[in-house]
């Protein structure tokens, strides 16, 4: 038996899962020809109007803790103009959650941006920073006597590696000067709705507030340890990549070749660690890089269990706050691994002896994943989007299975994780 003391949720974002032909930057990169099977974010899981359905599931496998998103352009269709439906649909939403014993998490940026918020530049303008403050501060007072816990921004160094560096986000570009400059952005943005959360809240009289953000870490390793260029190329992209990002987020200290922008000083800037893991890079040169042999998912990044410990232990020596694993989940579109993939992270956190206190699996069902738009299942719960049937899966069942025993038992390991391997 394999005590799990970790309280186990699920995740999900806006635009992922709702639907609805809604004018933001997925929706135009999708017509914009950019989704690789051509999937409709307006699609998507429909769970607009299926939404009881699916709390009513997650109630049913035992899940007590569920980390969502707002869409913006649906609250905020145009600069100042707020759509009272929405925001009603989003407080019935949040209160049925409520009511099934769920605590939301609640996610106020998923890598998601109103048209006309990216026409004015998005995060690559200082002058924005004041508009995304503008939007928290509606949301918290539209949401605040029903959710106490936030996550400002999701993963602020993937929205701009891919959307300014790689450009296979939106909005495409491929410029170092402007990836840093939002990345420098986004981490002003987090500190200053930071203060600005816990300021609303404790005006409208709660005490229970907690803030963080969500930061995708990973491991970089060299090819080679024996080469001293893989060695050093590895800590410069590892430093690139999230290090100086996660020091100027947690403790408000900008360094080289970050950029302060408005009032930020140096602080203590969440009250739990937010960490979505997914990978280990394997680096030799500039970008990343898979090692040789080693086993993956069905999107060809490596399965490295050890990794969710370390990266969490290293935020941990950074600012010590209890961790929250706001995403970890695999790609696995025949359920033939996933059980053995969430068992052996979850050992990784149980034996590391770090304070984790939650675990919420990416995702609950599968969803319009990007650019992979419909062709890449990461959910406990599978989806047959031409019926939108949702079907639990053997991974589900698993999941569902360790928050009944609050653990793993033999009979446990030996009926879902036993019979599965790893591929190569």
Partial sequence: ??????????????????????????????????IHDSADPARANDHLHRWKEDIDLMADMGITIYRLSIEWARIEPARG???????????????????????????LHHFTNPLWFEGSGGFSEPA???????????????????????????????????????GVFPPGRRSIPETLRVQSI????????YELIHRLRKEMGYTNTKVGFAHHARVFEPQSKNNLWHRFIAGLTSLMFQGVLTRACLLGRFSFPLKKYGAVCPGQYADFLGLNYYTRST?????????????????????????IAQCARELHELLPRPIYITENGTCD????????YIHDHLK????????????????FTDNFEWCEGESARFGLVHIDYATQKRTVKNSGRFFAAIIKN????????????APQEYHL
């Fill in 333 to 340: 579109n025949n359920d033939s691994f996933r059980c053995r």
């Fill in 81 to 107: 103009a707020y759509d009272e439906a929405a925001v009603s649909w989003y407080r019935e939403l949040l209160s049925y959650i409520k009511s099934k014993g769920i605590a939301p998490l609640l996610t």
């Fill in 186 to 193: 986004m981490s002003s943005c987090h500190i200053q709705a």
């Fill in 1 to 34: 038996m394999t005590d799990i003391k970790i309280q186990l949720g699920v995740a999900s974002a806006a635009t992922q899962i709702e639907g609805g032909d809604l004018v933001h930057t997925w929706s135009d990169w999708y017509k914009k020809g950019h």
């Fill in 406 to 417: 609050r653990g793993i038992t033999k009979e446990m390991y030996d009926e879902f994780v």
């Fill in 283 to 307: 680096v030799s040169k500039l970008g990343d890089g898979v090692r040789e042999g080693s086993h993956r998912n069905d999107l060809g990044w490596e399965i490295y269990p050890e990794g």
């Fill in 128 to 166: 924005n920073i004041p508009v995304f403050l503008g939007f928290v501060e509606y949301a918290v007072k539209k949401f605040g006597d029903l959710v106490d816990e936030y996550v400002t921004i999701n993963e602020p160094n993937v929205f701009a590696v891919m959307g300014y560096f790689d």
């Fill in 348 to 363: 990784a956190l149980v034996d590391s002896g770090l304070p984790v206190e939650r675990y919420y699996h990416w995702c």
